[in-house]
Nanobody, 122 residues
Framework: VQLVESGGGSVQAGGSLRLSCAASGLTYSSNCMGWFRQAPGKEREGVAAIYTGGGSTYYADSVKGRFTISQDNAKNTVYLQMNSLKPVDTAMYYC?????????????????WGQGTQVTVS
């Protein structure tokens, strides 16, 4: 299983970024895909998740109304559209996958992880 993130970068507060996670080696159509982030000195936290089969989505309260998770099943890719970015959103962002998650925003529910992409908001 391979998860490859892209789309990170540096942006000013109020700006937008779109992260992508390309998945291979798993049954993409029946998985839970999540986005997590970890800032220096802080624990990894769940940001958003989506069940690729039914399309159900989940968001952390801190990003509701600003971030949107979506998928392109034809490309086996999950996206995280991040709008109205704030300096507190600065972190390494990771894509993760599992078959089923009791709580889709909890990191230990996930079996597979990408290498991460850095997002810096100033």
């Amino acid at each position: 299983v391979q998860l490859v993130e892209s789309g990170g970068g540096s942006v000013q507060a109020g700006g937008s970024l779109r992260l992508s996670c390309a998945a291979s080696g798993l049954t993409y159509s029946s998985n839970c895909m999540g986005w997590f982030r970890q800032a220096p000195g802080k624990e990894r936290e769940g940001v958003a998740a989506i069940y690729t089969g039914g399309g159900s989505t989940y968001y952390a309260d801190s990003v509701k109304g600003r971030f949107t998770i979506s998928q392109d099943n034809a490309k086996n890719t999950v996206y995280l559209q991040m709008n109205s970015l704030k300096p507190v959103d600065t972190a390494m962002y990771y894509c993760a996958a599992t078959v089923v998650a009791g709580d889709p925003l909890v990191s230990y529910e996930y079996n597979y992880w990408g290498q991460g992409t850095q997002v810096t908001v100033s």
